[in-house]
């Protein structure tokens, strides 16, 4: 393992302040020199500057001299050899880790990016990967960079805006992409350049104000999320109706109840393909509740009727436990 370069650093500086110190030292006591004399010969002997000696030199004096510039000469080598490498060698490392990170990145098909780091992105990024999702993080902030290579996140370092950026992330092969910039104009602009390369890949764009969002779904963002209005409303719906709020809280986010609200699209040729609700007797045979249903081109059915009949294609959004969720999901694929 290389010495850290700091230590090295140090080492140079007792060296050079040694060198300095002895020789001025040795002016005085063999030349005997004032301290000013001795110590500007020492220095331009160290620098090797080239000019004449301030006063006639003694043998001993010359003998001091040359051991002077051969040590001056050697320790500025050294420095130099010093910086030299650690440019060289960082420049390399980043290379190589930048190299190996794209290999990694360019083997995902079904992955999500995420277009910034900060808090939003952050917890995007837990949740999806929680659940078991790959995430490629895009991000031109060098401290929030290196953090990211600290945690063997995968990871990019550039501008998300940038369409060579996008396509280094595995856009083409990506399933769909987040953009949490703070610039609504940079979202609006990630939104477009992601929809005109991969027309199906799914979009969900962060947006500041009601007139950034209405730009964004015409750029051809799926989803349009505000946080300062879904704070707002949540706030709201704390002071008037906090049971719902317990409720949300407890079925989303408690882990000693292991409740979970999924969405899963009816299969064609599934056991639930052609089948009523009340034929189907979901809650009977797999624990779930089926809390809406989405048809396709059509609204959310909010509590389905028991008559109605499952279809592929439809989305079930349905509430339960981790057990519960996997039973049904084996009737519905």
């Known amino acids: 393992m290389h010495e850290p ?10 060296l050079l302040t040694g060198l300095i110190a002895g020789s001025t ?22 620098a090797t500057v080239g000019y004449g000696e301030i006063h006639n030199l003694s043998t001993a004096g010359r003998i001091v001299t040359m051991v002077i510039l051969v040590l001056g000469v050697g320790i500025f080598g050294y420095a130099i050899n010093i910086l030299t490498a650690a440019t060289v060698e960082g420049h390399l490392k980043e290379y190589w880790y930048r190299k190996k990170m794209q290999k990694n990145i360019s083997k995902l098909k079904g992955h999500y990016i995420i277009c910034g780091y900060g808090r939003i992105g952050k917890t995007i990024n837990e949740m999806l990967q929680d659940k078991g999702y790959q995430t490629v993080i895009l991000e031109n902030h060098q401290p929030t960079y290196e953090t990211l290579k600290q945690q063997g996140q995968l990871h990019l370092y550039g501008d998300a805006t940038q369409e060579d950026t996008l396509l280094a992330a595995g856009l083409k092969n990506a399933k769909g992409i987040v953009c949490v910039l ?26 500041s104000d009601k007139k950034a969002e209405k730009r964004l779904l015409q750029a051809g963002a799926t989803k349009v999320i505000s946080p300062y ?14 049971t719902v709020i317990d409720f949300l809280d407890l079925a989303m986010h408690s882990p000693e109840l292991d409740l979970n609200i999924e969405q899963v699209e009816i299969a064609p040729q599934s056991q639930l393909d052609g089948v009523s609700m009340i034929a189907a007797n ?12 989405h048809k396709i081109a059509q609204q959310m059915m909010i509590s389905p009727r028991p008559e109605h009949t499952l279809t592929s294609g439809d989305v079930l959004v349905v509430m339960g436990t981790e057990e519960n969720l996997n039973k049904f999901k084996t009737m519905a694929y």
């Open 182 to 207: 703070q610039s609504d104009p940079d979202n609006v602009y990630i939104t477009l350049t992601a929809r005109g390369i991969n027309p199906p890949i799914m979009i969900i764009a962060r947006a």
């Open 282 to 293: 979901l809650r009977q045979k797999t624990g779930v509740t089926v809390l809406a249903i």
């Open 5 to 14: 370069i700091y230590r090295k650093i140090i080492i140079v500086a007792l």
């Open 229 to 242: 209005e879904i704070g707002a409303k949540r706030m709201a719906l704390a002071i008037l109706k906090p």
């Open 25 to 46: 030292i040795s002016y005085i006591v063999i030349e005997g020199w004032s301290f000013f004399d001795a110590l500007y010969m020492t220095i331009i002997s160290v």
